[in-house]
């Protein structure tokens, strides 16, 4: 096989395994060194179908740095019209032996966690998720003021239709 060949089958597979047919939104922000309790993360986007439902996730990477065998997150799911819906969530970042939850090689892991489920955007225009961090020391009233080994907060839109 000559090496354009190669390159051509080698960017088949290539192709064939980033297909994701079931997402419709995904986005990350990166966060440089630590996680201010006072920091947003967001995201905007527009209503991707006013009729169909969707599974909304928040997929958080970190790192070794990373202290906490939790996480807890404050996040707003904002409508056009200016409802807004907001949660406190907390979620497993490591199992009871202290190894990480998430995927990926090496040092960082990435955890996919479920934010909301068939939701539908009912109303046209552009939508805004923020997301912040809620973390608290047992005997801390005020909470961490930083939060070291979270390195990227993302958030993903996925077609309900198309897990089936």
């Not at 906490?68 to 490591?94: H, R, W």
């Not at 805004?128 to 961090?133: D, F, G, I, R, S």
Request: proline fraction near 3%.
């Amino acid at each position: 096989m000559d090496k354009r060949s190669l390159f051509f089958l080698f960017l088949g597979v290539l192709c064939l395994m980033s297909c994701d047919e079931t997402r419709v939104y995904d986005d990350y922000r990166s966060l440089p060194g630590e996680w201010h309790r006072d920091s947003l993360v967001q995201f905007k986007f527009n209503a991707p179908d006013t009729v169909k439902p969707y599974n909304l996730f928040l997929n958080v990477r970190n790192n070794f740095n990373y202290d906490f065998s939790n996480i807890y997150l404050i996040t707003e799911l904002n409508f056009p019209n200016g409802k807004v819906i907001s949660d406190t969530l907390q979620y497993q970042m490591a199992a009871p032996s202290g190894e990480w939850l998430g995927t990926g090689f090496g040092d960082v892991k990435e955890s996919k966690l479920w934010y909301k489920e068939q939701i539908k955007f009912t109303e046209e225009g552009e939508y805004m998720v923020t997301v912040q961090q809620a973390m608290r020391k047992r005997d801390s009233i005020h909470g961490i003021t930083s939060l070291e080994g979270i390195t990227e907060v993302g958030f993903r839109i996925e077609d309900i239709k198309q897990q089936e």
